[in-house]
């Protein structure tokens, strides 16, 4: 039997590990692995799109994957079936990876409609940004109905992830003080929802202080009309402020679906989907095909060099690809 | 006599000319070793070494205790021999204490099996591998009567490890000596009632920190009310070396515990001299030899420095005791025979270092608990050393020498700079909370691990002078099913009989009482277990209150690669993972688990941090797993393999039982592999349920991924072959 086929019925059906598989394949950087990827998510894409994505972004250690489990145990409390994507760095030096956030949803990773998968990022942050879209909608077909992505916020990484969900959430500690202002500009304009972390024990009053101050600064940046970003506090180590966070995620999404905005922007994440994948497509393409030759090798050299100018070096191999093109496209029709 | 020699300065610069001489000119700080703790050691020590060492030429059973805690020390009577052991059932543990007894051995330690450290009753389902495995199962105080029947408790000293279930244990022991007659201020022994070495490295937590604290807490208060002869806490620093510390680590981590446990009891209003005297102590020791005797040295010369704090009036609130236990970690299975001379030479280093009581483990320790020779033989390495030999005959031998003293104050001065870190993380319960000490002995452990499997430090047998034939020594084996259903019989028969109003009632005031702050719980304990409430109802009924601990696994990286010294090595298995990464399209993945109550993170963690320093993706499962919940892990982050580590010798129960429910699962593709503790006879059977690979103790880590890379390729080979 035909292995996309097999995979995608058993996903239709709900079947854990066949979306454990796909996902697998997905994040492939085998060719072959890569059009089985393709043919699978082909079958199942007209099943995906009901779920409610939430995005949650923070610094390393501000409590992402410890409030991952607060939050879905009480998600599962109403019956939703909940799927955690959560991408973890690679060690850069060695390339192996040690991945953690699961350990920190002990009793989560229990639960039978509950579905975690972390993945190592090989380096690439841009690139796991890049399956992990097609995870979720893996784990949509799977009839996961709401979906929860962890990130590293470094950046690059939260802007990724911001482009494929629904509802942005970004962790803030208590007494993030100077790193606050780092943080503001542009990232917390992302944000649908802010939350500090970790508001218990002798933290509590930081915590609420910077709440006030974040409310403040968010006061100051512009959003989409008719939702003002709320700034919450929560401790997931003791169980406050989980039922807050998730009441704000339905209403911030429940806002959105009946303005009309979330289609709207389902469209541009699908739009800046397309159009990333044709650059990245069209970059893979030209390393696949002149990544034996010479040819790039040699124009990156002459750059690097202060030989040429990058943009006269692109042109110029574009230049050769399409006369070999088109000398091959006239031998044929002679 | 005639000054016919040179001394002091002159003889020193003869001596530097004669050493160089010796080593051909090469530099003489060649000689000099660096030590894990970050010393160094001097080929030759000298009177000028001596300056500004503070506690010299003090006196035995005198401040700051450097010398011993005791005036005459052995040479009026010896230290107590005291062997830690437990196992299987209440009827054959006792049987075993009697023997003992009978054979020299002068106090009884009781070692507990998992599921009765961890608060589970015998028919728990969470604990179906780890009934009577690894120490004895107790879930009702008739368990106790047994494993003490005809032993008189108010002659007896009796040490019980126990820190998780401490309260329904040490209220089993009170209510077992009452039931004999024999009143609660009678009774002498140690229970260890250290909690936070458990959050460190033990893993025998129930409760998260805080209230755990408080626990220990009461149980203070309430021994120093009504059990004047019994020590309260021994603050461990054993378990700290064995998962991987070095001296300086294990000494500053122990009396950082320790302060925390005298600054929680001062809080509740306690007089510093009404239960600081009362405070024992437990170390390890290893195979350096004279660091180990510095260390003895060292912390008693701490804790009286340290103590000053709280302004004692008694001395003996700030005067060390200690017990000893030689290290289980030195022993290996290779060539088992060479564990007697390395016991003996710790024990050496324990006694010279002024030991109250020890242990001395079996020779056959790398492979499962002892059986009846074993620990004859280990029992009588003290012996020998009391009865043959002439090292009790003097107090502190080793006091005055050039060398001893200065690494004594050395070792001082390096785990006080180890105590000011914990200090500006605001004390040992907010360190442990942000997992830096755990991180720092993981550390350490990576560095040992890398130091053995490169050949840079040498153990007989293992990686150098290796014999061939593997020495096939008797095992003991445990049929814990057998066991398990006895108890679960006892536990029925227990409940069938008792008065279940009563049960009900002691247990809801127990629960009361944990939920306000004033009341003493061993009070409300012992009341529970005189109604016959099970261990697992009263761990229980008190997490109603308190909840349950998870720990946060954390995990160092590249500290093995950076400590491994052959690269040559290194570098191979690393393109085997990178062709194996091109080929597969996704680097190895290897789910690390430990399955059931065992709590030993060593080995599962260099493991883990090593095998990501070669290039697999690893990911770690939570401490005791089912294996339900370790095979839906690994079919969910789709791993190649699932790498068990075990440790309380679970893995015949728990193995094939994993092994089924990846097939039932659709999963036969993921690969099992199995490392640890592992006697050699039961590798066959493992194989034969579907393991791959078996991996004993000392395999090195490189050849262990390589090996683990194979039985991915010969499981997918396999899988496609079918
Ligand atoms: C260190 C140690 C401890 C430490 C553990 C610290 C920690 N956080 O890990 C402390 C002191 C706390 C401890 C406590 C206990 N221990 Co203990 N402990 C040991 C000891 C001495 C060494 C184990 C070790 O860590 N070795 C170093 C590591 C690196 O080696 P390793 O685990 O073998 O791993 C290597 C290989 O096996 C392999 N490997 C291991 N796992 C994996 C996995 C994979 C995937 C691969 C590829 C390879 C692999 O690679 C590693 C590198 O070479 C052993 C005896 C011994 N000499 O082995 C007893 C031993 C395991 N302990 C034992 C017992 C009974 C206990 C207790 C239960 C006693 C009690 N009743 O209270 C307690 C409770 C602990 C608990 N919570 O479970 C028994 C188990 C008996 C049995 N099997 O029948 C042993 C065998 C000692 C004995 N004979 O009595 N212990
Ligand atoms: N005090 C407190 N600590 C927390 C809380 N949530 C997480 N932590 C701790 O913060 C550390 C990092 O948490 P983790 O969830 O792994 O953070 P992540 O890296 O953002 O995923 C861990 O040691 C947690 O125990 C909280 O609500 N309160
Ligand atoms: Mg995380």
Redesign the interface.
Known sequence: MNVAFDLAEKILAG???AL??A??LI????HA?RLIAEEILTRIIPHTGNSIRLGISGVPGVGKS?LIEALGKYLLQYNKRLAVLTIDP??P????????D???M??L??EENA????S?T?GNLGGVGRRTRETMLACEAAGFDFIIVETVGVGQSEVAAASMVDVFMMLQLPNAGDELQGIKKGILELADILVITKADGQQKQMAEHARLEQQRALHLTRHENNWKPPVLTASALEDKGIAQIFESVDECHRIKQSSGQLQLKRQAQARAWFEQELVEGAKDWLVHHLGSSHQLADAESDVIGGRIPASAAVRHIFDQLLSGAESTTKKIRR | MKQSFKSGRLGYDLWVKDASADIKGSPLEQLTRQTPEGLSLKPLYTAADLQGIPFLDTMPGQPPFTRGPRATMYTFRPWTIRQYAGFSTAEESNKFYRNALAAGQKGLSVAFDLATHRGYDSDNLRVVGDVGKAGVAIDTVDDMKILFDQIPLDQMSVSMTMNGAVLPILAGYIVAAEEQGVSQDKLTGTIQNDILKEYLVRNTYIYPPKPSMRIVGDIIEYTSQFMPNYNSISISGYHIQEAGADAALELAYTLADGIEYVKAAIARGQDVDSFAPRLSFFFAVGMNFYMEIAKLRAARTLWWELMQQFAPKNPKSSMLRTHCQTSGWTLTEQDPYNNMVRTTIEAMAAVLGGTQSLHTNSFDEAVSLPTKTSSRIARNTQLIIQEETDITHTVDPFGGSYFMEKLTFDLINRAKEILQEIDAAGGMVEAIQSGLPKLRIEESAAQKQAGIDSGANIIVGVNKYRVQEASEIDVLDIDNTAVREAQIKRIKAVKATRDSKATEQALNALKDAAASDSANLLAYAIECMRKRATVGEISDAIAEIYGRHTATTQAVSNVYINNYKDSGVIDDVKQQIAEFTIEEGRRPRILVVKLGQDGHDRGAKVIATGFADLGFDVDIGPLFQTPEEAAKQAIENDVHVIGVSTQVAGHKTLVPQLIKVLQIHDAHEIAVVVGGIIPTRDYAELKKAGVVSVFGPGTPIPECAAQVLQAIKSKQKSEIAK
């Open positions: 079947q854990r590990r454990a598989k996902i697998t994040e492939s950087t085998k692995d410890t690679s060690s030096v060695t390339g192996g990876s040690i991945l953690g699961k350990t920190r002990e009793s990773a229990r579905f975690i998968r972390p190592p090989n």
